[in-house]
């Protein structure tokens, strides 16, 4: 036998084993007229395995299905039908979502949860409860009287075996990232202790709440919230997962709000009830992933156009340059003033492009701090001085004493420089910018005042804010992107620290850094 | 006359650099590729290499890598120059063992100063 007859025979053996081990089980269980059971896993078993390994591995669950109801005392003849409906039903929806859905085992985007609701759910199921039936009828095993009720007991049976059992074995077995690390042990940790909070609360009664009384069932919407939008798929399909075990065995034992005396009038409703849970989180999960996707997509596209638009760009700037040394040697002045215009406007241009490029750095968690130890004095005294250089305000600057302090010294410098720029830019008719460093027992502070137009006070909240530009008719003067004070704060946030803002409209702002003297990082 | 290698796979970039660096006096040759990189600078043995770091195949991180590991050309400085950011290229440039580094766009002064330093 070559490895891969074995590996089939292996893996099929496998399907056969579980099938008929769950099947048992599930028959255990006051099926309706003997053999529908209202808890059923080898369908959703069935259908992942043929999913996850192909469709070729049918006879596994043919031969499941018959011998599990052949033990349990069905008619030669019942058990052979029985085992066809089982077959054809997880066979066609696996032909059926590969061929026509583009089905993704890991149900991360919504078209693969609502092809599996409506294409497992209901259509297939229908099928297999029907040929199930029908083959119970004809041997006399259901009576006409019980029709409906063993049907619609097959049916969901089935149906929430593939809305809980089969994506659960297919996000698990597939590969997608799911994060184990120490900082997510935490929320994990406290997400089970709620789960498991809520079931003891919704099965057992907790302090005042008593567990007869239905709509403490829906105490379970929060945690399966949680896990969806935070957890993933995996984490949805878990939730309802160990939702449907608890909830199975205390209804079968008489707890809870589902527990009546018929046992398969409970489970009937407690069934219905987890169809709807098991819906809700593999829907939500997928919305979340999706859009977690489309995020990540654009940090992505912002990420290369950037970096796409400074090649251009630095031709650009560099053929400029090279004019502007050939016009200084001919002594070409209107060619000088306007190849310095193009010089001005192209880094205008790199300066929007490198501030797409933090934002987006900063939005995917990737600004990482380069930690060294310099001078913030002396830092500050290289910004100005570089900024006077291109600016007719005075820039004055008050400081003391030298401090040594451990940051990202680039980052700080990016964080002056924007600052003073903004100063400058929005006080167009001021003659100063005052710079200052002060510091007291827990902060360093550094403020930067200018003397023009000023912010009204119901902008400050969202001045830090991605994209915000005030919007009055003085400001719209000014261009920019509205990146700057955001990135500016995120910085500085980043190194444990803040960034105040105060301003009088038509007198001037003052914006002061806070940087913590034993800098914590986020 | 210092011979400088200038190692980027955009055409545009590469003119533009020849034409800042002949005029300052230095033989330029290019190289479109970092492929066989470490054969063609122990060929022509340049004074000083610029070096982008964005390249199909063999790119700026590994043909550093590459050449500083060679006894015979260890020696010859590395500038790198990348789109990245200027933090980004500056902690890519330690990382990998180049001497300097120049962050596109970069100014021709910034070029020259940066190119006469390294052939001191």
């Known amino acids: 036998m070559n490895y891969k007859n074995l590996s089939y025979f292996v893996k099929g053996l496998t399907i056969f084993a579980v099938y008929f081990i769950t099947a048992r089980l599930g028959l255990m269980l006051d099926a309706v007229s003997g053999f529908a059971s209202l808890v059923w896993l080898p369908t959703g078993i069935s259908l992942a395995s043929l999913l996850i390994w192909g469709t070729k591995y049918w006879p596994a669950i043919t031969l499941g299905a018959f011998l599990a109801n052949f033990t349990e005392g069905a008619p030669i003849l019942a058990a052979m039908g029985i085992s066809i409906g089982n077959t ?82 297919l996000v698990w077995a597939h590969k997608s990232h799911f994060d184990f690390s120490l900082k997510r042990l935490w929320e994990t940790s406290f997400l089970i202790v709620l789960l498991f909070t809520v079931n003891l609360i919704i099965f057992r009664g907790f302090l005042i709440i008593n567990p007869n009384n239905q709509p403490v069932a829906y105490m379970i919407f929060p945690p399966l919230v949680w896990a969806a939008l935070r957890f993933g798929q995996k984490g949805a399909v878990l939730t309802s997962a160990i939702l449907a075990t608890i909830s199975v065995l205390a209804t079968i ?43 990540e997509r654009k940090d992505e596209f912002i990420s290369v156009a950037s970096h796409e638009l400074k090649t251009p760009v630095t031709t650009i700037k560099g053929y400029a340059q090279i004019l502007i040394a050939i016009s200084n040697k001919a002594n070409d002045k209107k060619a000088l003033l306007y190849l310095h215009k193009i010089d001005e406007q192209v880094n205008r241009l790199t300066e929007l492009v490198n501030d797409l490029l933090d934002v987006s750095k900063i939005q995917s968690g990737k600004l990482e701090l380069e930690k060294e130890r310099f001078d913030l004095n002396h830092l500050i005294k290289e910004v100005v001085e570089d900024m006077q250089i291109n600016t007719k305000h005075k820039i004055i600057l008050h400081s003391k004493s030298n401090i040594s302090i451990v940051a990202d010294k680039y980052l ?59 919007d009055n008719k003085i400001r719209e003067s000014f261009s920019g992107l509205g990146l700057g004070l955001f990135i500016a704060s995120e910085i500085i946030k980043r190194h444990g620290g803040s960034i105040n803002v105060s301003s009088v409209k038509g007198k001037g702002s003052i914006f002061t850094i806070y940087l913590p003297k034993k800098i914590s990082y986020e | 006359m210092n011979k400088i290698l200038v190692c980027d796979d955009d055409q545009a970039i590469t003119e533009m650099m020849t034409i800042m660096l002949e005029t300052n006096g230095y033989e330029v040759k290019i190289l479109p590729s970092g492929k066989a990189i470490q054969r063609l600078v122990k060929e022509y043995l340049p004074d000083l290499i610029l070096l982008d770091i964005w390249m199909p195949g063999i790119g700026g991180e590994e043909a550093t890598k590459l050449l500083k590991r060679d006894l015979d050309i260890k020696s010859i400085p590395i500038i790198i120059i990348s789109a990245l950011q200027k933090d980004e290229v500056k902690a890519m440039a330690k990382k990998i063992g180049a001497d300097s580094f120049l962050s596109k766009p970069f100014d021709m002064d910034d070029l020259l100063k940066i190119v006469a330093k390294h052939l001191k």
Not at chain 1, 430 to 436: F, P, R, S, Y
Not at chain 1, 444 to 466: C, H, M, P, T, V
């Open chain 1, 253 to 295: 034992f008489g707890f809870g709000p589902f527990a009546t005396s018929n046992l398969s009038d409970s489970l009937l409703s407690l069934q219905i009830f987890m169809g709807f849970i098991a819906v809700s989180g593999m829907i939500l999960a997928a919305i979340a992933l999706e859009k977690e996707r489309v995020e």
């Open chain 1, 412 to 470: 700080i410098g990016e964080v002056l420089t924007n600052l003073i720029s903004n100063a400058i830019k929005y006080s167009p008719k001021a003659d100063n910018i005052l710079v200052t460093l002060t510091s007291d027992i827990s902060n360093n502070k550094i403020s930067i005042q200018d003397f023009g137009i000023g912010i009204a006070k119901k902008d400050f909240s969202r001045l830090f804010e991605r994209f915000f530009r005030i």
């Open chain 1, 88 to 169: 054809i039903e997880a066979v066609l929806t696996a032909y059926l979502l590969k061929r026509f859905f583009n089905f993704r085992n890991s149900l991360d985007r919504l078209k693969d949860v609502f092809a599996l609701i409506i294409i497992a759910g209901f259509f297939s199921t229908t099928i297999s409860a029907t040929i199930g039936v029908i083959s119970l009828l004809s041997v006399g095993i259901v009576k006409t009287s019980l029709i409906k009720e063993t049907w619609f007991a097959w049916w969901i049976g089935d149906m929430i075996s593939n809305l809980v059992i089969a994506p659960l074995i």
